[in-house]
């Protein structure tokens, strides 16, 4: 880095992003294999160096280089020799790794309660009457002081909420059937995908994203995804919660010297894809307003088209790699990327495109003024931390090292939803076995037969003994008192748990 910004690219000059235009977004875009993954590398590191903490996603599995200095190999030496960096050296950056499923990271946690029904329902698919019943669930736990904490609070509520659906459609409106049934079917699909780790305690605390080390630089958190992305849409729902929860909790600072933090976001066509439209409205208000909190954003996808055009609108600094056009709509592609830079007239935008090298792009960042700068091809610098993957025992010296190591690792289940619902459930069935064995103490003790000196007359081979009148009469009395008694005691017990009193 220079007084001038970040050293990011060289062409026919230097081209440097300015750290107080980084919170105002950004876009790396390109198809596989251009260079989309050693751009999101360098921009982490130089954000690293000038103590800017990063949060990435490693969606392959090669982005855990970034905490080792690079290796001088012929290829990465052609690159440096090309474009003179005379002063160039390798050197890692403080890392921490985080995975939803603890295996190759922290463990990454949020409550159910602080991911929301909005999102739930985009991460179960629901249309939009299971999505208005999943939010009834959440408001009726809410109202009766029901944490929603972890995966089988959740379950366990839209089951109670089945169950006395009838209690609640006067308050709450109705719940259908057909909707829980739904939103159970998604609940046990997530929990078979491992969707379930994300929810628990202890909740990711922000603050341990945004640290930096002893010498000031920024640290890089880097989320393991290689298994996330095997349930794509839990990926893009995390990521998005992650947003959502900067977005509310940060407080307002302004425009500063340079970001607070920056959050890459890979397969950002992920987050977009039949997204209803309530969401894209939430995340296009996210994208506008969470600069002003110090937060910048980059999205990284393929194809320019993958990102709606007003959120399009709000990234300003850009490295497009190459694309290709086989199809009308990767010719569309090409010439909506070339429309949304400034032009430069020694450049035909539309035509570099399809002709940039591997590690080549076309750069425009934000000057001074905020205004994007004329768009120059040039290369991207080589990372100066190590391209590609790390070893397991390097990457497990790097976990137990971590500061917040011990912490995540360690779950708390503390008295939520499950736990009332069962407690309740269990003194229900314990009251009722009680009253239960009371009515046949009180009411159901027969009455002894009176010893006489005369021989009694013999059994009766088919059928019941008569009783005597007086006999009878005490029957019938106990049986009406028991059944009346006993019909209210059931009825107020199973109300709590089967939906009330069936008239």
Do not use: C
């Not at 001088?72 to 790794?97: C, H, M, W, Y």
């Amino acid at each position: 880095m220079t007084t001038d910004g970040l050293f990011i690219a060289r062409g026919e000059k230097d081209l440097y992003m300015l750290p107080k235009m980084a919170n105002r977004h950004g876009m790396i875009a390109g198809a596989t294999g251009t260079g989309k993954t050693v751009s999101l590398q360098v921009l982490a590191e130089n954000f690293s160096r000038i103590g800017v903490p990063v949060f990435l996603a490693d969606v392959k599995g090669d982005l855990a280089g970034v905490s080792r200095p690079g290796e001088p190999t012929p290829k990465l030496q052609e690159r440096i020799n090309l474009l003179k960096l005379a002063d160039f050296a390798f050197s890692g950056s403080p890392v921490t790794f985080w995975d939803v499923f603890g295996e190759q990271g922290h463990p990454v946690r949020t409550t159910v309660s602080d991911m929301g029904p909005l999102l739930f329902s985009r991460l179960l698919n629901l249309n939009d009457v299971q999505s208005g019943v999943l939010s009834l669930v959440f408001r009726v736990a809410d109202d009766n002081g029901l944490l929603l904490l972890d995966f089988k609070d959740l379950r366990t509520m839209v089951q109670y909420a089945g169950e006395h659906a009838d209690e609640f459609e006067t308050e709450y409106g109705r719940v259908s059937t057909a909707s829980i049934g739904a939103i159970q079917r998604g609940l046990l699909a997530l929990e078979e995908q491992g969707g379930d780790r994300l929810f628990g305690e202890p909740s990711l605390n922000l603050d341990d994203l945004m640290q930096t080390d002893e010498r000031g630089w920024g640290l890089i958190n880097i989320l393991v995804a290689d298994k996330l992305m095997l349930t794509p849409m839990l990926y893009a729902t995390f990521l998005l919660w992650l947003l959502a929860e900067l977005f509310e909790k940060l407080p307002e600072v302004g425009d500063q010297d340079k970001p607070k933090l920056v959050f890459f976001f890979d397969e950002a066509h992920l987050l977009f894809t039949d997204a209803p439209q309530a969401l894209l409205q939430k995340i296009e208000q996210v994208v506008r307003l969470i600069r002003s909190k110090g937060v910048g954003i980059y999205f990284i996808s393929q194809n320019p088209l993958d990102i709606p055009d007003i959120t399009l609108t709000q990234l300003g600094n850009r490295i497009q790699h190459a694309l290709r056009a086989f199809t009308p709509r990767d010719q569309k592609a090409v010439r909506a990327a070339a429309e949304t830079f400034r032009q430069n007239p020694k450049i035909n935008v539309e035509t570099a495109i399809l002709e940039l090298r591997v590690g080549e792009g076309l750069v425009s960042f934000l000057d001074e003024k905020g205004q994007p700068g004329v768009v120059e091809r040039a290369f991207i610098l080589p990372p100066m931390s190590r391209i590609g993957p790390i070893s397991s025992e390097e990457r497990q010296q790097i976990i137990r090292q971590s500061l917040v190591y011990g912490h995540y690792e360690r779950t708390i289940d503390r008295d939520s939803a499950y736990e009332m619902l069962k407690a309740r459930a269990d003194k229900a069935a314990q009251q009722q076995e009680q009253e239960q064995a009371f009515r046949q103490q009180t009411f159901e003790i027969p009455v002894p037969r009176p010893q006489t000196s005369y021989p009694q007359a013999p059994r009766r081979p088919v059928g019941r003994p008569r009783d005597t009148l007086l006999e009878a009469m005490a029957k019938s009395a106990a049986r009406s008192v028991g059944s009346q008694f006993g019909r209210q005691i059931l009825r107020g017990v199973l109300g709590s748990i089967l939906g009330g009193a069936r008239r």
